[in-house]
Nanobody, 124 residues
Framework: EVQLAESGGGSVQAGGSLTLSCMGS????????MGWYRQAPGNKCQLVST???????YYEDSVKGRFTISRDNAKRSVYLQMNSLKFEDTAVYFC??????????????????WGQGTQVIVSS
């Protein structure tokens, strides 16, 4: 059974930092593209960042220069370091894999494997 378990969300003031973690099990983590999505109320399910098995990276434009994705295959984990957080970064953040890396109205409606989500609240 594929499982993705996120941790690290919370509340922070604008300009602050948080690091999200996601541990995967039940699939070939080393060979998998891993990524993070987010969904804020009333907004689409947005792809934030991905990291491939060879280390290739993708960042959504609004997070470039502020967020850093990384992975530790030995720990079967992927991380999202979020710096200079803004109010508009407030969302539920999901770890995902095997999703096709498309966006949609709701993360719950997309195929693939997803974590349960972790809430990030940035106060202005």
């Amino acid at each position: 059974e594929v499982q993705l378990a996120e941790s690290g969300g919370g509340s922070v003031q604008a300009g602050g930092s948080l690091t999200l973690s996601c541990m995967g099990s039940g699939f070939a983590f080393d060979n998998s593209i891993m990524g993070w999505y987010r969904q804020a109320p009333g907004n689409k399910c947005q792809l934030v960042s991905t990291i491939s098995s060879d280390g290739s990276l993708y960042y959504e434009d609004s997070v470039k220069g502020r967020f850093t994705i990384s992975r530790d295959n030995a720990k079967r984990s992927v991380y999202l370091q979020m710096n200079s957080l803004k109010f508009e970064d407030t969302a539920v953040y999901f770890c995902a894999t095997n999703v096709g890396w498309i966006e949609g109205p709701k993360c719950a409606g997309l195929e693939g494997y997803w974590g349960q989500g972790t809430q990030v609240i940035v106060s202005s």
